[in-house]
């Protein structure tokens, strides 16, 4: 054989190789994505593979970076088959009315990821034909709010089966004060009657002018709000009668009122089970994280990472008694067995130190009456000492 083809032919292998690694783009597991066919589509990849644990048809545009004209050419041209679209790291500023076209077939489409698109508006009539989505994901882009829900209250009044929905960090800063009640517009105009998970994280929500927000979602099972600026549970809950999930960790709860624990009580005992999630809140030591550790021992809500809530002291301490400062703000007296962020043991540290201080003064004092008198030298001041002259003491040497 010549040995000028073996090199040939390894060189054509290798292009080969790298030919097949480029082109496909790998799923998590099961069949790979290639190049979609379309000419709309050549910055996304399509094809079956595994999704939610299951083997679907895809179209992948991830990161693809198109411009609003060129998003739509993708959204009015996707196969008829895809059940999943991922298309997130693009620009589309706004959704216009009939994103999948006004004669879409996109009936199988079951998952639907828009995330971090930029977009800022969503028409009443964006979304049609998407009667089988389960999962609609908008997280990190810049809805504005600006009375959405006045002005297209039916935003998601198309979504028939929608079981999750997911808002994190989704809305513009503009407007934010009015987030619930814009969100009861829409949720009262948009027939979620399935809607078992609300995603809500990282809105910078701080105060619920809509109390009756969530009321509208009747099979909502788990709310998420963690990381926004609550400061308490000041919205209805009694009005889900599925719920089995409070996630409010990192907001700024510095105690909650006995009328909220006996809300959270009630909701668990009316639906055999509930979870709430306090952590990385700054409860206030004193009566508000007191009021929570009597809570905590008497519940039958679970309570998430419970063992790592702590209080912060926010008032000047006295090192003799910790809690005094919040002592007069407490309806009965607190016990002080709780611990702040910082510091732990309060009670055992001041009982340490007071028998320190005692057993010190109690040397100091025998030491001081008896131990001197034991350590002092013994002069006899009585004995008689005589003494001769040099000359007797000369004269002595001389005879000798």
């Known amino acids: 054989m010549d040995a000028s083809i ?4 390894s060189v054509a292998a290798l292009l080969i190789v790298m030919l097949l690694s ?18 709309e589509l050549s910055a996304c990849y399509c094809g079956r593979t595994m999704y939610d644990r299951q083997e679907l048809y895809a179209v992948n545009c991830t990161g693809t970076g198109l411009s609003t004209q060129k998003s739509l050419d993708v959204l009015l041209n996707l196969p008829s088959e895809t059940e999943v679209l991922i298309f997130t ?3 589309m500023s706004e959704l216009p009315t009939n994103i999948f076209g006004p004669n879409s077939t996109m009936d199988k489409l079951r998952f639907l990821d828009m995330s971090n698109n930029s977009i800022q508006e969503i028409k009443g009539k964006s979304y049609h034909h998407v009667s089988n989505v389960e999962r609609l994901i908008l997280n990190n882009n810049k809805i504005g709010l600006n009375g959405i829900g006045f002005h297209h209250p039916r935003v998601f009044s198309n979504f028939e089966s929608l079981v999750e929905l997911h808002l994190t960090n989704a809305f513009a800063d503009e407007g934010v004060m009015n987030i619930t009640t814009d969100l009861h517009e829409v949720f009262l105009y948009s027939n979620l009657s399935r809607l078992a998970k609300l995603h809500l994280e990282q809105n910078k929500i701080s105060v619920i002018t809509e109390p009756l927000v969530f009321c509208q979602l009747p099979r909502l099972l788990d709310l998420h709000l963690s990381n926004n600026q609550l400061t308490g549970i000041n919205f209805d809950i009694k009005c889900l009668p599925h719920l089995r999930f409070i996630d409010l960790e990192g907001n700024l709860i510095r105690g909650l009122s006995e009328e909220q624990f006996s809300i959270l009580d009630s909701v668990q005992s009316n639906n055999k089970s509930l979870a709430i999630d306090l952590s ?7 009566c508000n994280i007191e009021n929570l550790y009597s ?3 008497t519940t039958k809500v679970y309570v998430r990472n419970s063992d790592s809530i702590r209080c912060i002291q926010d008032l000047p301490k006295n090192p003799l008694d910790p809690y005094a400062a919040y002592r007069n703000d407490c309806p009965t007296p607190i016990r002080t067995t709780l611990v ?8 055992l540290v001041m009982l340490f130190v007071f028998c320190a201080v005692i057993a010190f003064l109690g040397v100091v004092v025998y030491v001081s009456r008896f131990g001197l008198k034991r350590l002092r030298p013994e002069f006899n001041t009585s004995r008689k000492i005589h003494y001769t002259t040099i000359g007797k003491c000369e004269e002595q040497e001389i005879h000798v």
Not at 341 to 347: A, L, P, R
């Open 89 to 91: 790291g693009n620009f």
């Open 22 to 39: 480029a082109s496909p783009v790998a799923a998590t597991s099961g069949p790979l994505l290639v190049r979609c066919a379309k000419t």
């Open 280 to 286: 990385n809140n700054p409860f206030s030591c004193g």
């Open 340 to 347: 702040d962020g910082n510091h732990g043991g309060h009670k």
């Open 295 to 297: 809570w905590l021992r």
């Open 6 to 9: 073996v090199p040939a032919a």
